[in-house]
């Protein structure tokens, strides 16, 4: 049995604390409600995780839950993550993505440095990729801030971490598809797979910008909360790309109409872990 401490009860956050309560951990979530409601999280809270109000951005409010929770583990999964919002609230996006994701480490530092789960990007390589992806494809060009925080995210935990000695994995997360305890339902926060499985659904087709010719690599929530569970990172810093598969997303959309995808991912991605869940199984739902 492990203690952790999940920063950010959104879609990825409660699935892992889900997961963890599973397999008898003792589980804290803690979130400031920016993309998330409180009692979305009231049937875990239920199922016993310890579920508190925290703003990363509030640097002795993390030392202070860091103190009293003493956690095995901390998964740093609170952030801006919508390219959308980054865009209509700046300020906000870098406040909680680059002075928050310092302040998270300082804290964790600061405390002996309890082992560091980080939720990055794949996009944090940028666009145009191509060949087979790894960890160690250097960052490419960024189209918002959402994302460009990421990088920098990254480069703090793997300062912090060399300056203290500490355990620092960051897991480049393609993009996460499937139900869990808390999903989005405004479109700010929707991505992709589901967001094209609920037009299909309604009859709509899915819109495609540039023919849907972009790549995307994706991981099903179950794969992506199983992966972040088990991961117990050694003193260091440790990148890994998250991702079960790529594909376009014009396939995307014909696996969501039922229709036969044409193929053509520009890239592969290779990653360490094993997957259970195929993207054309769920949505041939
Ligand atoms: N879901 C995906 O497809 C995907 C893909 C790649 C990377 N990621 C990354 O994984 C992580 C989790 O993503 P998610 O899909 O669960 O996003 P999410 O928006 O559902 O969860 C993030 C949570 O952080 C909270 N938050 C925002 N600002 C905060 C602050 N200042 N202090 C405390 N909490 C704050 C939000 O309220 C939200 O509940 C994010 O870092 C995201 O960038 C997600």
Known sequence: MARLLILGAGYVGAALGARALD??????????????????????AARGADVVTLDIRDGDAVDGLLRATAPDRVHLLAAQASRPLSVSDPD????????GVRRVVEAVA???????????SLHVYGPGLSGEVAADRPYGAQGDLAHLSKVY??????????????????????????PGPVTHQRAESQT???????????????????????????VHLDDCA??????????????????????????VAALAQ??????????????P???TRNLAEYLAR
């Open 226 to 251: 199983r992966i972040l569970h088990e991961l117990v990172p050694a003193p260091g810093v440790v990148a890994h790309d998250v991702a079960a598969q790529t594909i376009t997303v014009a396939d």
């Open 258 to 271: 039922s229709r036969e995808p044409a193929g053509g991912a520009a890239y592969t991605v290779r990653s």
């Open 110 to 120: 600061g405390r002996g440095g309890p082992p560091l789960v980080f939720a990055s």
């Open 273 to 275: 872990f094993t997957y």
């Open 192 to 218: 992709v797979v589901d967001k094209f499985a609920g037009l299909a659904e309604a009859g709509r087709p899915p819109p495609l910008d540039d023919g849907g010719t972009a790549t995307i690599g994706v």
């Open 92 to 99: 906000y996006t870098e406040e909680t993505n680059v002075t």
């Open 153 to 178: 995210g990254e480069l703090c935990l793997a300062l912090y971490a060399r300056r203290h000695g500490l355990a620092v994995a960051l897991l480049r997360l393609g993009i996460v598809y499937g």
């Open 23 to 44: 397999a008898g951990d003792e589980v804290v979530l803690a979130d400031n409600w920016y993309a998330t409601q409180r009692t979305e999280l009231d049937d875990l």
